[in-house]
Structures are given as C-alpha cells and as structure tokens.
C-alpha cells in the first residue's frame, strides 16, 4: 500500500514538474490593443512619461492630445488604427493625466516636442507616421520640423498651429468671440451638435478633461517657435484636416498657415467642432488611414 502511494505521488510530482517547465518555456504573449489600455511608464529624463502601446510590427502611429485631454481622449483612434495594422503609441504629455515632472532627473518644463524625442528613442521607433490635433498639432508641427528623418507623414486636426507670425494673431483677434475662453472648455471645442445629441460621449469628454491637466501643471513651450518659415521646410506628406464649426481654428484659419505646408492634402469635416476626432471618430478615422494607405 504504501509503495503504490509513493508511485502516485511520485508520478503527480513529475507531471507538475512537467506542466511548470511547460509554462516556463512557453512565450509570453503578445501585447494587443486591449492590453495597451493599462499603460506604462518610461522613465525619462526630466518626466517620468505614461504611454500606451499597441505592439506588433506595423508601422508606428503616434498621438498627441489636445490641451483639454489626455491619451484617454484617443480610444476610437487607438482601437481602429490597431485593427487596422499600425502600432499606436499615445503619451500623456508632461504635467497631463498620469505623466509626471521630474525636476531632480531633469530641467523643466522641456517641450512636447523633446519629450516626444525622447520617447521614440526609448521605443526604437525609427520612421513613424504623426498626429496631432488642436494642441497636440503645436507639438506635431514643431517636431516634425525639428526631426524630418524620423516623420513618415503628418496628420494635423483642428489647430491654429500656435504660429507666431503676425497673419495669425490678426486672425485669431478677428474671430474670437468676446469673454468666451472665461466658459467652460466643453462650449469651446464641443460642437453644439455633439454636445446636443449624444449625452453619454458629452459627458465622457467632460470627465477626461476635467483629471487631464494636472494642478501645477506648467504650460511647455515649442522647442522652437512655430512659424510659417519653420514649416515650410517640412517635406513628409501632411494630411490638414479642418472641421467646420470649429470655434477655434476654422477652415478659413488653417488654410491661413495650410498654404506654407509644400506637400499637403486638405479635408474638411462637417458639422463637428474642435474635438472632431472625439465627436465623429467613424469619418476622421476614415480620412487618417485612407492618407496612411498611401504613405
């Protein structure tokens, strides 16, 4: 009795041993577009940075959010491009959602611009395609004259681009309504469209700006002033895509600054305001891997 316990026991040993081995040898698995909601951090210098990574061999798209949203604001966009082949990386800047300064690893406040370099160095990206919308545009802009060899294509949504040249401060003074930034941020990049139809993604934007921008967050500058010089020397294919009852930067002003972009196709979306990537994510999606596909 007591041998024919020990073969058993024996024998059960072995195979968890076995089954053990098994799993240790196994590869891990693959991180996927669902996975890459948790996030992680890069310790960098200066910030310590969250970001978002769909994996895979696709070719890498990065996001830069507007200055009312955090990397939260691009799910549509991260869940389509994924399906769609690419690898999605989006960060939450310096000072916004879950990233971090760091003054004792590195100065302060850097630039979008720099971190986002530091970045694709820590991620091996080499060439990748860029998008920016409304404030992440600023940024889209900046870096991609700052760093030509590793930009693929450009797409920028809704932004005046900061330019600091005369034509646009001009403009800007033109059309902006008296009083209006003193009103929430929703009035301002919300279409009253969206906001009035669809209660749920109102209230949801609402929610990821209002935990976006950090308390003592400090406002980082461009790595250099954006200006219609600096971006005339941007050759990679640019994809400017302007919406209609954009309160901040309607068609009429990004075509002010569109003009000293070379290589740049233009689309205009109706009936959606600043937050056009959040409010019709179907057709703006749509637009950006068409412009992708060819690039």
Avoid at 85 to 102: L, Q
Avoid at 119 to 132: C, P
Avoid at 168 to 179: D, G, K, V
Wanted: charged letters at 15%.
């Amino acid at each position: 009795m007591v041998r024919n316990f020990m073969v058993r026991r024996s024998s059960g040993l072995f195979a968890a041993a076995i089954v053990a081995l098994a799993l240790l040898l196994m590869p891990s698995a693959p991180v996927t577009a669902e996975d890459s909601t948790n996030g992680m951090y890069a310790e960098l210098p200066g910030v310590k940075l969250w970001f978002t990574d769909s994996g895979g061999a696709g070719t890498p798209v990065v996001l830069l959010h507007s200055n009312t949203g955090n990397s939260e604001i691009w799910a549509p966009q991260i869940a389509a491009f994924s399906k769609a082949g690419y690898r999605v990386i989006a960060f939450d800047r310096r000072g916004w959602g879950r990233s971090t300064a760091n003054p004792a690893s590195g100065p302060q406040p850097g630039s979008i611009a720099g971190d986002l370099d530091m970045l694709v160095d820590h991620l091996k990206l080499g060439k990748f395609h860029l998008l920016g919308v409304a404030g992440g545009g600023f940024a889209a802009l900046d870096y991609a004259a700052w760093h030509p060899e590793h930009i693929q294509s450009l797409i920028v949504g809704g932004s005046t681009g900061a330019l600091k040249d005369p034509e646009i401060a001009e403009f800007i003074a033109r059309i902006e309504i008296p009083e209006i930034r003193k009103q929430p941020a929703v009035y301002l990049e919300v279409a009253p469209s969206y906001r009035g139809a669809n209660v749920d993604g109102t209230k949801r934007w609402v929610e990821i700006n209002a935990h976006s921008r950090q308390p003592d967050a400090v406002a980082q500058p461009m790595h250099t002033p954006n200006t219609f010089t600096k971006i005339e020397t941007i050759t990679a294919p640019v994809l400017l895509i302007a919406a209609d009852a954009d309160l901040l930067a309607p068609p009429a002003l990004m075509r002010v600054w569109a003009a000293h972009i070379k290589n740049h196709q233009w689309a205009v979306m109706q009936d959606a305001g600043h937050a056009m990537a959040w409010e019709q994510p179907e057709i703006f999606n749509r637009l950006v891997l068409d412009f992708l596909g060819k690039h």
